[in-house]
C-alpha cells in the first residue's frame, strides 16, 4: 500500500511537471483500439493550483494538438497479453499523434479496462485539535479510514474523498477553513489486479515513455459521458469497449462504485464469425454494416452478401439475411446488459435519486441498442457521447473515444485523491469494510 502510495504521488509531480512544459500525451489501451492524444495546456495560468478537494481541483484549460488511433494488438478483455505486440501499438499511435501535433512527448496519462476492478466504501472520524479544519486534518481524517484487506496481488488504483461531514452537517465538498469539532469522511477506494497495472508501466516503459498518471476506462468514460446534473444526481455510465464493459456509478460529482463485465464488442463479432462461418475480419465488417438487435418485417428480406474468396464459388456467393445476423448478434448483446444489470443490482444502484444510466463506448452504436437497454435496464436510458473537447478532430469524437476524452479532463482537472495530501505513513492499512453505497443510504 504504502510503495503504491508513493508512486501515485510520483505520478502525480511527474504530471504537474508536464504540465508546467505545456504538453503531455493520453494514452487510451482497449482491446480493440489504441487511441493517443496530445494535449496542449494554454496560457500563463496552465495550472491554477486550487486548494480544493471538490472535483475539479486544479483547474487549466487545454486542446488537443495531435490525436491517432491505431487497432490493438495483444489487449484481451482489456487487460495486456503480448506485451511487444501492445508496445508496437503503442508506439504506432503515439508517433503518429506526435508527428500531427509536432511535438514530442514523454510523458503519458494512461487508462485501461478490465483487471477485475473492485470498489469498497471507507469512512473515518477524527476530533479536530484546532476547531478550524485545516489540511492536516484533512490528511489525518483520511488516515483514521479503515482499509479492508483486499487480498494479495491487488493494487489502489482510485481512492477519492467523495463526501465530508463537520459535526451534523454532511454533504460538505471541502470542508477546510470550516468550523467544527469533529470531522468525519466517507471515500472510495478501487483497487484492480496488480499484474495489470505492472504490465501496463512496463510496456510504457519500453516504449520510452514515462507514466503520469493511469485510470480507469470506467471511470473516465463517466466523467466525459455524464452531463453535469446527472454526474450531481446520481448516473451509471455503461462503457461498452472491445474485451470489456466498464460500469461507473457517479453521485455528487464522484465516483462511488466501478465494476467491469469480462465482455464486449469482440464477442458479438466473435459470434458472428462463428455462426456464419466468416473470418474475423469479415465478421467485423459485417457487424458495422448491418448489424443490429432488432428485427423487424423487412429483414427477413433484406439480404446481406457474405463476400468470401476461398475459390469456392458457391461458397463465395453465400448471403444471410439480415433478421439472420440479428438473430446471432441479440443474444450476446442481452447478456452483456443483463451482467451489467446485476453488477448494478449488486452495488444498490437502486438506492440513488435517479435512476439515469447512460451506455456509451464503440459497442453502443448498434442500432435499436437503445430500446434493447431500455428493457432490459430500465427505462431511463440513453446513448451517451463525450463532451466536446476543444481542438479534438470529427473522427475521434465519437462514443468509442468516450474514454480517451474522459482521460483527458482527467489529466486537466484530476480529482483530488488519498496521494494528493501528507498522510502519516503509519496509518496504512487497517481492517473494516462497508458496502459501497451504504454511506449514500446513511448520508443524504
Given at each position: 500500500?504504502?510503495?503504491?502510495?508513493?508512486?501515485?504521488?510520483?505520478?502525480?509531480?511527474?504530471?504537474?511537471a508536464?504540465?508546467?512544459?505545456?504538453?503531455?500525451?493520453i494514452?487510451?489501451v482497449?482491446?480493440s483500439?489504441?487511441?493517443?492524444?496530445?494535449?496542449?495546456?494554454?496560457?500563463?495560468?496552465r495550472?491554477?493550483?486550487?486548494?480544493?478537494?471538490?472535483?475539479?481541483?486544479?483547474?487549466s484549460?487545454?486542446?488537443?494538438?495531435?490525436?491517432?488511433?491505431?487497432?490493438?494488438?495483444?489487449?484481451?478483455?482489456?487487460?495486456?497479453?503480448?506485451?511487444?505486440?501492445?508496445?508496437?501499438?503503442?508506439?504506432?499511435?503515439v508517433?503518429?499523434?506526435?508527428?500531427m501535433?509536432?511535438?514530442?512527448?514523454d510523458?503519458?496519462?494512461?487508462?485501461?479496462?478490465?483487471?477485475?476492478?473492485?470498489?469498497?466504501?471507507?469512512?473515518?472520524?477524527?476530533e479536530?485539535?484546532?476547531?478550524?479544519?485545516?489540511?492536516?486534518?484533512?490528511?489525518?481524517?483520511?488516515?483514521?479510514?479503515?482499509?479492508?484487506?483486499?487480498?494479495?496481488?491487488?493494487?489502489?488504483?482510485?481512492?477519492?474523498?467523495?463526501?465530508?461531514?463537520?459535526?451534523?452537517?454532511?454533504?460538505?465538498?471541502?470542508?477546510?477553513?470550516?468550523?467544527?469539532?469533529?470531522?468525519a469522511?466517507d471515500?472510495?477506494?478501487?483497487?484492480?489486479?496488480?499484474?495489470?497495472?505492472?504490465?501496463?508501466?512496463?510496456?510504457?516503459?519500453?516504449c520510452?515513455?514515462?507514466?503520469?498518471?493511469?485510470?480507469s476506462s470506467?471511470?473516465?468514460?463517466?466523467?466525459s459521458?455524464?452531463?453535469?446534473?446527472?454526474?450531481?444526481?446520481?448516473?451509471?455510465?455503461?462503457?461498452?469497449g472491445?474485451?470489456?464493459?466498464?460500469?461507473?456509478?457517479?453521485?455528487?460529482?464522484?465516483?462511488?462504485?466501478?465494476?467491469?463485465?469480462?465482455m464486449?464488442g469482440?464477442h458479438?463479432?466473435?459470434?458472428?464469425?462463428?455462426?456464419?462461418?466468416?473470418?474475423?475480419?469479415?465478421a467485423?465488417?459485417?457487424?458495422?454494416?448491418?448489424?443490429?438487435?432488432?428485427?423487424?418485417?423487412?429483414?427477413?428480406r433484406?439480404?446481406?452478401?457474405?463476400?468470401?474468396?476461398?475459390?469456392?464459388?458457391?461458397?463465395?456467393?453465400?448471403?444471410?439475411?439480415?433478421?439472420?445476423?440479428?438473430?446471432?448478434m441479440?443474444?450476446?448483446v442481452?447478456?452483456?446488459?443483463e451482467?451489467?444489470?446485476?453488477?448494478?443490482d449488486?452495488a444498490?444502484?437502486?438506492?440513488?435519486?435517479?435512476?439515469?444510466?447512460?451506455?456509451t463506448?464503440g459497442?453502443?452504436?448498434?442500432?435499436?441498442?437503445?430500446g434493447?437497454?431500455?428493457?432490459?435496464?430500465?427505462?431511463?436510458?440513453?446513448?451517451?457521447?463525450?463532451?466536446?473537447v476543444?481542438?479534438?478532430?470529427?473522427?475521434v469524437?465519437?462514443?468509442?473515444?468516450?474514454?480517451?476524452?474522459?482521460?483527458?479532463?482527467?489529466?486537466?482537472?484530476?480529482?483530488d485523491?488519498?496521494w494528493?495530501f501528507?498522510?502519516?505513513?503509519?496509518?496504512?492499512?487497517?481492517?473494516?469494510?462497508?458496502r459501497?453505497?451504504?454511506?449514500?443510504?446513511d448520508?443524504?
Open positions: 500500500m504504502t510503495d503504491l502510495y508513493q508512486s501515485q504521488r510520483a505520478m502525480r509531480n511527474m504530471r504537474r508536464a504540465m508546467q512544459r505545456g504538453v503531455i500525451a494514452l487510451d482497449g482491446s483500439k489504441i487511441t493517443c492524444l496530445i494535449l496542449r495546456f494554454d496560457g500563463p495560468d495550472l491554477r493550483e486550487h486548494d480544493g478537494v471538490g472535483p475539479m481541483a486544479g483547474q484549460s487545454f486542446r488537443v494538438i495531435g490525436a491517432a488511433t491505431t487497432r490493438s494488438r495483444g489487449v484481451h478483455f482489456g487487460e495486456i497479453s503480448v506485451m511487444n505486440e501492445t508496445e508496437r501499438a503503442i508506439r504506432t499511435a508517433q503518429a499523434a506526435q508527428k501535433a509536432n511535438v514530442r512527448v510523458h503519458v496519462i494512461a487508462c485501461f479496462a478490465g483487471a477485475d476492478p473492485r470498489s469498497y466504501g471507507l469512512a473515518g472520524e477524527w479536530l485539535q484546532d476547531s478550524v479544519v485545516t489540511e492536516q486534518d484533512v490528511a489525518r481524517v483520511m488516515a483514521a479510514c479503515d482499509v479492508p484487506d483486499f487480498g494479495q496481488g491487488r493494487e489502489v488504483l482510485h481512492a477519492q474523498p467523495v463526501n465530508f461531514a463537520l459535526d451534523h452537517r454532511t454533504g460538505l465538498g471541502d470542508p477546510r477553513g470550516q468550523i467544527g469539532n469533529r470531522l469522511v471515500m472510495h477506494l478501487l483497487t484492480v489486479e496488480a499484474d495489470a497495472i505492472q504490465n501496463l508501466l512496463y510496456c510504457i516503459k519500453r520510452d515513455l514515462e507514466l503520469a498518471g493511469i485510470a470506467a471511470y473516465v468514460s463517466g466523467v459521458s455524464l452531463v453535469e446534473d446527472e454526474q450531481e444526481l446520481g448516473a451509471a455510465c455503461i462503457d461498452m472491445g474485451g470489456a464493459t466498464g460500469l461507473s456509478i457517479f453521485i455528487k460529482k464522484h465516483m462511488i462504485f466501478a465494476d467491469s463485465v469480462r464486449g469482440d458479438v463479432t466473435s459470434d458472428i464469425s462463428k455462426g456464419l462461418q466468416v473470418p474475423l475480419a469479415t467485423e465488417k459485417i457487424k458495422t454494416r448491418h448489424g443490429g438487435v432488432v428485427a423487424t418485417g423487412m429483414d427477413d433484406e439480404m446481406i452478401d457474405i463476400g468470401a474468396d476461398t475459390g469456392d464459388w458457391d461458397k463465395d456467393r453465400r448471403t444471410v439475411s439480415r433478421a439472420e445476423l440479428i438473430g446471432i441479440r443474444p450476446r442481452e447478456e452483456i446488459l451482467e451489467a444489470r446485476a453488477r448494478l449488486a444498490g444502484f437502486e438506492h440513488l435519486p435517479s435512476q439515469q444510466i447512460v451506455i463506448g459497442g453502443s452504436q448498434i442500432p435499436g441498442l437503445d434493447l437497454a431500455a428493457r432490459i435496464l430500465g427505462q431511463r436510458v440513453r446513448l451517451g457521447r463525450p463532451l466536446r476543444q481542438g479534438l478532430p470529427q473522427q469524437s465519437g462514443p468509442g473515444f468516450s474514454s480517451a476524452v474522459g482521460l483527458c479532463l482527467f489529466a486537466a482537472h484530476p480529482q485523491e488519498w494528493d501528507d498522510i502519516p505513513a503509519e496509518r496504512y492499512p487497517a481492517r473494516s469494510l462497508r459501497a453505497i451504504k454511506w449514500f443510504k448520508n443524504w
